[in-house]
């Protein structure tokens, strides 16, 4: 059975078909999903609830690269926030999901150990989970991301927060986006020497 709905995961995954129009699937495919469906983040840095924010982020994404797309980086984005419901805490401020991206890691390792992953592939998938809200914008904090991570995956990083970043509302987020700037030109300065 775990068989089969990781081979449906990947096959949506791998697909240029937008996640939003797999709305129901997902959940059924990795139920740990099923706490985020209409989770209200009760915050102005965010548009959607929980679970659509997940899958707009997949959208985004799939904006950013029509015609190459990685299907890792679409899987990232389906767990990056998996734990949001679990770290939720509120104030008078609002919604605040302290912790998130651990407890985030936790969870994917757990769906996809149970989906059967290799472990080298399930290392590469949390360690992006685990990182995805930290945006290095400095040369020093650049040249420790992309050695930790190595070349490809901190490339995946930087759309993964592109792709997140977009997916919340409108708020903060054009600083949020020049900061990404910021990290790639960095980086692709690093990789010119």
């Not at 102005?44 to 904006?63: A, G, K, P, R, T």
């Not at 040369?139 to 930087?158: D, H, I, P, Q, T």
Request: glycine share 4%; hydrophobic share 35%; proline share 3%.
């Amino acid at each position: 059975m775990e068989v089969m709905l990781r081979n449906r995961l990947e096959e949506i995954l791998k697909s240029y078909k937008s996640a939003v129009g797999h709305y129901l699937v997902f959940p059924y495919l990795v139920p740990e999903l099923k706490d985020s469906v209409d989770f209200d983040q009760q915050s102005h840095y965010h548009c959607y609830d929980v679970y659509d924010h997940i899958l707009h982020s997949i959208d985004e994404y799939m904006q950013l690269h029509p015609e190459n797309q990685d299907w890792v980086c679409k899987l990232v984005l389906l767990l990056h926030d998996i734990g949001k419901p679990y770290c939720f805490t509120m104030d008078e401020k609002g919604g605040h999901f302290y912790g998130h991206a651990g407890k985030s890691e936790e969870i994917s390792r757990e769906v996809l150990t149970r989906l059967g992953y290799p472990s080298h592939f399930i290392a590469t998938v949390t360690c992006l989970v685990r990182v995805h809200d930290t945006i290095c914008d400095t040369e020093e904090s650049v040249l420790k991301f992309s050695k930790m991570l190595g070349n490809e995956n901190y490339l995946r990083l930087l759309d993964i927060q592109e792709a997140d970043i977009k997916a919340h509302s409108d708020f903060n987020q054009t600083v949020k986006l020049e900061k990404l700037v910021r990290a790639r030109t960095i980086y692709e300065r690093f990789q010119m020497v």
